[in-house]
């Protein structure tokens, strides 16, 4: 039994290895810069925020595209987290598509965006 998941994980090497290498470069960013052009970086709409959200997008995506070929109701579940995860990083695109705060949820919101 545990032998099918491990050949599964044998399958995913190179997408653990890019795993590996986006992270490593991602947490270069606090070696190479400054302090303040690192905090920059991580303001609402710049680089991390859009890295963040399109790595949890594809990450979906992916999740998605292995529930299709294994039917296995994990990677369905993964999918969902991701999509969601992904959603709430850009508050549902609010700021992109340019949609105000419900009044509801502005009130109970500490970020004031639409977001749970």
């Not at 991580?42 to 294994?70: H, M, P, Q, R």
């Not at 598509?97 to 977001?115: A, Y």
């Amino acid at each position: 039994m545990i032998g099918k998941y491990l050949k599964e994980v044998w399958h995913l090497k190179i997408f653990v290895i890019v795993v590996i290498a986006v992270t490593a470069l991602s947490y270069s960013v606090y070696y190479f810069f400054e302090p303040t052009v690192v905090a920059d970086l991580g303001d609402e709409d710049n680089f991390f925020e859009w890295w963040t959200a399109i790595s949890l997008f594809v990450a979906s995506l992916f999740c998605f595209y292995l529930f299709i070929k294994t039917k296995n109701i994990f990677f369905i579940l993964l999918a969902l987290v991701f999509f969601f995860g992904g959603g709430e990083e850009i508050s549902w695109g609010q700021r992109i598509f340019g949609f105000k705060t419900p009044e509801l949820m502005d009130e109970v919101n500490v970020q004031h965006e639409f977001s749970f």
